[in-house]
């Protein structure tokens, strides 16, 4: 059975004071050798989809903010590197080359919690492959708030036994650490 890490859209637009951290923590538990292979997820906002449309936001349409961080380019391999706009779901790609696999078990990390996270993994759970979600390596851009509310959900739906911490964030989830002034 193998054993691998999906990293959801770390890419550079959605690096901001809430996620900044996140790239470096993964790149931490890559280095740990214990995953088989990485994928990764890239979220391209096209002009048709629904956040242009509906809520008018214009990022994350075309490189650089597309493109996956500099701290994770060295493990993205183009084959496993899986576009999709927006929450529309897993991309049949990534679902061919999961069930391909035999994929049964897979370990998630990165952005947005409350979000991409959070569906990915649900559709996950609902494909019959067990998502595990490293929450220290998770974050979301609307803050630790929003990253709470996406653990929250999480817990009741793919249960609470499949939050775990990789022992990257000092106690502190998702929030980047923080020097406490005397």
């Known amino acids: 059975m193998s054993k691998p890490l999906l990293i959801f859209d ?15 923590r993964i790149a931490q538990l890559i280095q740990r050798n214990e995953y088989d292979y990485i994928l990764f997820t890239r979220f391209v906002n096209s002009q048709e989809g629904p956040y242009q449309k509906f809520l008018d936001w214009h990022s994350c349409d075309a490189e650089p903010e597309t493109n996956i961080v500099p701290e994770l380019q060295p493990f993205a391999k183009p084959e496993l590197i899986f576009s999709k706009q927006g929450l529309c779901g897993m991309p049949d790609t990534m679902i061919d080359y999961l069930q391909k696999d035999y994929i049964d078990k897979i ?8 979000m991409c996270v959070l569906k990915m993994a649900m559709d996950l759970f609902d494909l019959g492959i067990e998502p595990i979600v490293l929450t220290d390596c998770c974050a979301s851009t609307a803050g630790l708030q929003a990253h709470l509310a996406g653990l929250a959900v999480l817990s ?7 939050l775990r911490e990789a022992g990257l964030g ?5 929030a980047p650490s923080q020097k406490i002034k005397d």
Not at 107 to 114: A, E, L, P, R
Not at 170 to 174: E, M, N, P, Q, Y
């Open 170 to 174: 000092d106690g502190s989830l998702a």
């Open 107 to 114: 370990f998630i990390v990165g952005i947005d919690t409350d």
């Open 156 to 162: 009741r739906n793919i249960g609470a036994v499949r």
């Open 10 to 24: 770390v890419q550079s637009g959605f690096i901001n004071q809430f996620t900044h951290h996140i790239p470096q």
